[in-house]
Structures are given as C-alpha cells and as structure tokens.
C-alpha cells in the first residue's frame, strides 16, 4: 500500500482579499496619524471642559455636601506667609508658624499655583487668600498672551477644610473678611471692569458692591469701612473714596497729584496713607481735608500700627518717584536694590531707620494685634520671616527654608 506524502497547496487569496487587507492598514495608519495631529486639540478641549467653571462648582459642590468637620482649637496666635523655591516653577507653598518660631506647618492648597494676597478672618481661625491658576490656552502655547487667573479661597490655620468660593476665571487681588466673618470682599476684574465684589465665606454667592470702577482698596482695622482708589479710565485720574463693605455711603475724599498704587486706612479711620509703584509717601487727614506733612521717603510696604501712633516701613530714604520724574535727594545712595525698615512716628514726626535690607519689591510687613511686634520679610532671595519689637529692638529670625518667604500676615489671636 503507498500513501501520498505530497502536501496539499492552499489556494490562493483572492485578489481582491489582499487589496483590502493593504487598504485596511493604510487607513488605520492615516487614522493613527490624525489622532496624533488632533491630540493637542482634543486635550486642550478636555482641558478646558475639566477647568470649566460650572464643572468645578459642580465638583466642589459635591465633595463638600456630606462633609462633617472636625475642627482642633486654636490656641496660638499664627504668622502666615508664602515660600517660592525654585525660581523656574510656578507654584508656591503656604505656611503657618506661631511667634515664638515653633510649629512651623505647611498648609498649601495646591504647591503647583500661586498662594497670595493672605488676610485672616476676624477670631483668627481662617485665611482668606487668592489662587493662581494657569490658563489652559497658554499651557498648550507657550506664545499665548492670555494671562493667569485666580479664584478666592479660604482655609483653616491647620490647613484643614480648604474651600473654593469664586468660578469665574478672571483676575482677582486683596480678598479682605468683613467684621462679622460672614463675607469676604475682593477686587475683580470680571467682565473688563475692575469692581470692588463680595463673596460668602460659606458660599459661592458673588455680587458687585461698587458700580463705579477701582484701582484698590483697603478694609479699616475694625472692618467698618473701605477706602478705594477710584478709576476713570476716561479721563485717566485716579480719586479716593471712602464707603461701607456693602457699598452704602459713598463719599468722595480727594483727587492726588500722583498714579495711586496702594492705600491703607489707618485703625481710628481718620487717614490715608497712599503711594506709587515705588513712590513718595502721602498721608490725607479726611477730617481736614487736606495732606499732612511727612518725610520725602521712598514707600515699598507701609503699615499703620494697631495704635495709630506710628507707621511701619520698607523703602529708602534715596529717592522718591513723583509725577513720572525720579527726584535724587542730595546726601544719600540712589540704589533701589536696598532698602530700609523704618518706624515713623506720628505723634513727634521722627522718622527712625531700625534695619537695612536687601530687597524691595517682594517685601512684606504685619503688625502683632497688640502693637508690640512687627513681622516682616524683605525681596532678597532666599527671604526668610523676621519680627521685631515696635520699638525697633529684638530682631529674631522665625524661619529657615530653602525658599523666598513674603506675603506676612499675622493673625488677630
């Protein structure tokens, strides 16, 4: 018996077959590649539907809606303040630290933005403060000239029960708690006009106070009254008025000589302390209507102090800016790298240089609640959070990190 071992041949596929087989990949090859091409839309859309402002409302509302807090006393007062490490990124870090320099703790919202604009709330118990976020269309091009935004946020002083209070994208500054703890005011520049907004702490419920536009402004130490930097883009002037939180009570004060960059009410409510970017100091006495005599200094931070009777500030006594012309005061340095802490006393009009520094721009300073202690932080790098007694003596260092501390905000108790 013999057995065929000749292999049997396939047939050939048909023609056709092959055709589609090759057709088949060149379209999931051009199918590849248009998702490739369309990636960077398809993510930016993503992007910009997961930061979209009901999105996140929606979110956060949830998170939060089943949410029982537990909340440890306060027991100290604490000093607040914002550290940026590496000067290529973003972000930033928020701290607490008592006065004694003990129980540093990093509370941080979110490290990759930008914490600022700190202001504790009437009891102490929380931080009122600005995020920054990036705006999605400049992360997808680097030569998008659309600028960052910041939204309100407030925290405890454990960093315990973060909560997100505005959705509207737009550039916000200066979120300041009213006397009753309830609502907390800021600076908004919602729909083009810089308005002065109000927003409660417990809520996202955000309404206009002023239907005129402003520049800035400044809550009274007993969260009375606000005084605000005017704008009338139309004539390009810049005038002082005086109202309450609610935006009752308007009242026209004055009309400077100078471009206002920062006002600060004193605690008896009684004057204006104003500058420039880098300017001369300006006190108005709202009860006699007319500016009072000071020093020719150059103004980088002022703070009044809890008493009223004298005035804290970084600056130098060099130079001043006044109507666009820099004015060189003879005897002295004329280097806006340094700067100065000085104690100006309203009561005798003396001027005292207590400590020079390094840096300007980023400085920052805060008062203790009784007056007997200044915090502050100079624009140097690597900064850390100094105080000192208001007499000008007994400088301590409260930190040290490895980054650029500013923002100081000491907290009421």
Not at 32 to 38: E, N, P
Not at 47 to 52: A, E, G, N, T, V
Not at 83 to 99: E, F, M, V
């Given at each position: 018996?013999?057995?065929?071992?000749?292999?049997?041949?396939?047939?050939?596929?048909?023609?056709?077959?092959?055709?589609?087989?090759?057709?088949?990949?060149?379209?999931?090859?051009?199918?590849?590649?248009?998702?490739?091409?369309?990636?960077?839309?398809?993510?930016?859309?993503?992007?910009?539907?997961?930061?979209?402002?009901?999105?996140?409302?929606?979110?956060?509302?949830?998170?939060?809606?089943?949410?029982?807090?537990?909340?440890?006393?306060?027991?100290?007062?604490?000093?607040?303040?914002?550290?940026?490490?590496?000067?290529?990124?973003?972000?930033?870090?928020?701290?607490?630290?008592?006065?004694?320099?003990?129980?540093?703790?990093?509370?941080?919202?979110?490290?990759?933005r930008i914490h600022y604009h700190l202001d504790w709330s009437p009891d102490g118990e929380w931080l009122a403060l600005t995020l920054g976020y990036r705006n999605m269309a400049a992360l997808m091009d680097e030569w998008n000239t659309i600028s960052p935004y910041d939204e309100v946020y407030r925290v405890r002083y454990d960093g315990t029960e973060t909560r997100r209070l505005t959705y509207e994208n737009s550039y916000k500054n200066t979120p300041r708690w009213t006397s009753d703890g309830k609502d907390i005011l800021f600076h908004d520049s919602l729909s083009g006009s810089w308005l002065l907004h109000r927003v409660s702490s417990r809520a996202t419920n955000t309404h206009a106070v002023t239907t005129f536009e402003i520049a800035g402004f400044d809550l009274s130490f007993d969260r009375q009254k606000v005084a605000a930097i005017a704008l009338n883009r139309e004539f390009g002037q810049k005038s002082l008025y005086q109202l309450n939180p609610d935006g009752t009570e308007s009242e026209y004060l004055m009309t400077p000589d100078i471009d206002v960059s920062d006002i600060h009410l004193s605690p008896d409510k009684h004057r204006i302390l104003y500058y420039s970017h880098s300017g001369r100091?300006?006190?108005?006495?709202?009860?006699?209507?007319?500016?009072?005599?000071?020093?020719?200094?150059?103004?980088?931070?002022?703070?009044?102090?809890?008493?009223?009777?004298?005035?804290?500030?970084?600056?130098?006594?060099?130079?001043?800016?006044?109507?666009?012309d820099w004015t060189i005061i003879q005897g002295t340095m004329a280097d806006e790298l340094s700067s100065t802490l000085f104690l100006f006393d309203l009561d005798t009009g003396l001027l005292k240089q207590v400590l020079d520094l390094p840096g300007l721009h980023s400085s920052s300073l805060s008062w203790s609640p009784d007056g007997q202690w200044l915090a502050f932080s100079h624009g140097s790098p690597n900064a850390q959070v100094h105080k000192i007694r208001g007499d000008g003596s007994g400088l301590q260092q409260l930190t040290d990190l490895d980054c650029n501390a500013y923002g100081v905000a000491w907290s009421p108790q």
């Open positions: 018996m013999c057995i065929d071992m000749k292999e049997k041949r396939r047939p050939s596929p048909p023609l056709w077959r092959s055709v589609l087989k090759h057709f088949l990949l060149l379209i999931v090859l051009l199918a590849l590649g248009a998702c490739l091409y369309i990636s960077p839309f398809v993510l930016f859309v993503g992007d910009l539907l997961i930061h979209s402002p009901p999105f996140q409302r929606t979110l956060d509302s949830f998170r939060h809606r089943n949410h029982i807090p537990v909340l440890v006393p306060k027991t100290s007062e604490h000093i607040a303040f914002v550290c940026k490490g590496d000067a290529d990124s973003y972000g930033n870090s928020l701290y607490t630290i008592r006065p004694d320099g003990g129980h540093l703790r990093d509370i941080s919202v979110d490290k990759s100091l300006h006190i108005f006495n709202i009860q006699a209507s007319k500016e009072e005599s000071v020093p020719p200094i150059r103004v980088g931070r002022a703070r009044w102090s809890p008493d009223n009777r004298r005035i804290a500030i970084i600056g130098g006594l060099d130079r001043y800016r006044e109507n666009d």
